[in-house]
């Protein structure tokens, strides 16, 4: 079962809210992976995750926060958010994080700040 | 400094015309070149992965090819519902980074 699952779907936050994104995946895969993507452009990465640390962290503002619970979830804790931040938030795993592989993206949430 | 560039940004083709896609990229060291395929709205989709020049994979209409200074994604005989975004990444040796290309849009005309 390749999939990795995210929720909210949708989500609509004010710029003083706190909120946060979900991603389970059930792979067994030991790294997770955050992206950010605006309209028309390529993802970017923002954070990994090999077996439960923090790896890589692509210099993304602190109002961004993830938090790896365990092996199988991956969260985004977002605060004081700014109405650039608008955008696809996609989740992703893979087998390993040391060499990327081939790496399963989730569907995304569609993230709006007001 | 490191690039992955795609070209075109947009193809049209009628149903059945078959052409390629092209991933260029300079970086230090090659790990691995991956091939996505991203309808809009969703998540990329997995297709290929490849590794070393004059390495090829094969699904369906699909064909990659690796050299060392590009990578191309030959579609034959494409349907309507190949249309979508097709994006290429690279992960680069030195340093460790994965760079995303900025994708070919294509559309597949009936």
């Known amino acids: 079962d390749t999939e990795v699952t995210q929720t909210p779907k949708h989500l609509v936050m004010g710029m003083t809210n706190k909120k946060s994104l979900k991603c389970e995946q059930h792979?067994?895969?030991?790294?997770m992976y955050w992206y950010k993507q605006k309209a028309k452009k390529p993802p970017e990465l923002m954070f990994v995750?090999?077996?439960?640390?923090?790896?890589i962290n692509e210099s993304v503002p602190s109002r961004f926060s993830p938090e790896c619970p365990n092996s199988s979830l991956l969260n985004l804790h977002l605060h004081a958010l700014q109405p650039e931040d608008s955008a696809l938030y996609l989740c992703?795993?893979?087998?390993?994080?040391?060499?990327?592989?081939?790496?399963?993206f989730g569907p995304g949430t569609r993230l709006t700040v007001t | 400094e490191d690039q992955v560039t795609q070209s075109p940004e947009a193809l049209r083709l009628q149903e059945g015309e078959s052409s390629s896609l092209n991933c260029s990229y300079t970086v230090s060291g090659l790990r691995g070149l991956f091939w996505y395929r991203q309808d809009p709205g969703k998540g990329p989709e997995f297709l290929f992965t490849l590794y070393s020049a004059g390495e090829e994979k094969e699904k369906e209409r699909l064909k990659a090819t690796l050299t060392k200074k590009e990578s191309f994604l030959h579609i034959t005989a494409p349907k309507p519902e190949d249309s979508a975004t097709y994006l290429c990444a690279v992960q680069a040796t030195t340093p460790n980074q994965f760079y995303f290309g900025t994708g070919t849009s294509l559309t597949v005309i009936p």
């Open positions: 792979m067994g895969h030991r790294a």
């Open positions: 995750y090999s077996y439960e640390k923090l790896s």
């Open positions: 992703a795993s893979s087998q390993e994080g040391g060499n990327y592989y081939e790496q399963y």
